[in-house]
């Protein structure tokens, strides 16, 4: 029992997964910090597009056909 606690006590890769744990964490924060910065700007765009879309959809006549020609 005593050579398991003196086993663990000198392995190192427990430490080093806690490390790369602890690293993938302070990533997933600065990921969401700088998503939410942005979120904001992002949306303002989008809904731009989207509202001139809109416009630009109800100014072709909306008829709803293949756009192709009738005789």
Request: a neutral charge; zero cysteines.
């Given at each position: 029992m005593r050579n398991f606690f003196e086993r663990l006590l000198s392995e190192e890769r427990g430490a080093t997964a806690i490390e790369y744990g602890l690293i993938a964490g302070l990533i997933a924060v600065v990921i969401i910090g700088a998503l939410?910065?942005?979120g904001?700007?992002?949306?303002?765009?989008?809904e731009s597009v989207s509202g001139?879309?809109?416009e630009v959809a109800?100014?072709?006549g909306g008829s709803g056909g293949s756009g192709a020609a009738t005789p």
């Open positions: 939410t910065v942005t904001t700007s992002l949306k303002s765009v989008f001139q879309l809109e109800g100014n072709s």
